[in-house]
């Protein structure tokens, strides 16, 4: 069995090679402000203590190792025992922001901390653009009044925040010079945002497990693709095999914290937004790829990255398998459980547009 110390020793070489400190504890420093006592189920793990993780070293990979223990919790309630080890650190490696590998005893999961920042303010600039989506009718038309502002911040403006969120991403940035948002003033919308933040972290930690659990990482390495950390392994996954993983990703995500039959009022209002964190979560993955395939565009690149250059399939067709599937085993459609998949997808449908237009811009 690799100790904790052990994988740390062996990661720090790994990532000598690399430019900048995988320690820096900056790289995460507008997240600490954040992780409070508000949250029913991980009450434990997102309490004070990682408030303080955001302030040390090392801060990445306890949040991760925290939130793994948490899914590997979840997945033992569900009858699955699994050994797995966690690394947070930079991957500037494009395409691999989270991977899980097989090593002696177990399992190493590899995630991008650049990821894990990105996500948490694509969730912010997410809950004040959502507020200003307002439902037309009850035949499900939204629009938006772009007059209208929340804490001082509109739509479009909000539309600009993301555009430059993702050039930066992509651009290998980080984020120390981008706007900070500031905290929502009204206590629901500062929740939902917490729990939508955290989900979609989880998810991603959940999608890799998965992989292991199913039994996705046996095969032997198809090839190890150079990057600027070194070689990285890459394993070819099917895009069934992806489903299947963000399949039961979702199953397990949607059983955590919830003991009874009969689901409480709460319970059913956390589902709703674990969907919600789900669903963007893919909405997020499809506007990486758009601004990376505009970017490439703009630098005159013939042939811009579209899926076939990825291992995963296209993300809004990983949410609508999802949906598919469940609304199978409910034998009616998911959407009556999980009202906020059509309230979340409205949003991303009006300010993908408008991000995209602010990036002609800015490229
Ligand atoms: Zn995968």
């Known amino acids: ?25 900056r790289v995460l420093s507008g997240i600490a402000d954040d992780i409070e006592e508000h949250y029913p189920t991980l009450g434990q793990v997102l309490g004070e203590e990682i408030h303080e993780f955001f302030r040390t070293p090392f801060s990445t990979q306890r949040i991760v190792c925290g939130l793994a223990e948490e899914v590997e919790k979840a997945y033992r ?106 905290r929502p003033q009204d206590e629901r919308l500062y929740v939902c945002r917490h729990i939508i933040n955290v989900h979609m972290w989880i998810f991603i930690i959940m999608h890799e497990f998965a992989h292991a659990v199913l039994g996705h990482l046996a095969v032997p390495h198809v090839a190890n693709v150079a990057t600027p950390v070194g070689l990285l392994p890459l394993l070819s996954k099917s895009h069934k095999q992806e489903h299947e993983a963000d399949l039961m990703a ?24 674990k969907m ?56 009616e459609p998911c959407t009556e459980f999980y009202p906020r998949i059509a309230t979340t997808t409205a949003w991303f449908n009006l300010i993908k547009p408008r991000i995209m237009a602010h990036l002609q811009g800015s490229l």
């Open 1 to 25: 069995m690799l100790s904790q110390m052990t994988l740390q020793a062996e990661f720090e070489a790994f990532l000598s090679g690399f430019p900048r400190n995988p320690q820096d504890p």
């Open 77 to 182: 309630s569900s009858g699955v025992s699994i050994d797995f080890y966690y690394y947070a650190g930079e991957f500037y490696t494009g395409d691999v922001n989270a991977c899980a590998v097989k090593v002696d005893g177990g399992f190493l999961f590899l995630l991008n901390t650049g990821l894990i920042d990105c996500i948490h303010k694509f969730s912010c600039a997410h809950i004040f653009s959502d507020a200003l989506v307002r439902q037309a009718d009850g035949k499900g038309h939204f629009h938006v009044d772009d007059d209208e502002r929340i804490q001082g911040y509109s739509f479009n403006w909000l539309a600009g925040y993301f555009a430059d969120l993702a050039i930066k991403y992509l651009n290998f940035q980080g984020f120390d010079n981008i706007y900070k948002l500031e």
């Open 250 to 273: 979702t199953r397990v995500l949607l059983s955590m914290g919830c003991d009874g039959q009969v689901m409480t009022p709460e319970e059913t209002a956390l589902a709703d937004l």
């Open 276 to 331: 919600a964190s789900i669903a963007n979560f893919f909405f997020l993955a499809d506007l990486l790829g758009s601004v990376s395939n505009a970017m490439q565009g703009a630098k005159g690149d013939e042939n811009p990255q579209g899926d076939e250059g990825s291992t995963h399939p296209d993300p809004l067709l990983r949410l609508q398998f999802i949906i598919d599937a469940l609304s199978v085993q409910y034998g």
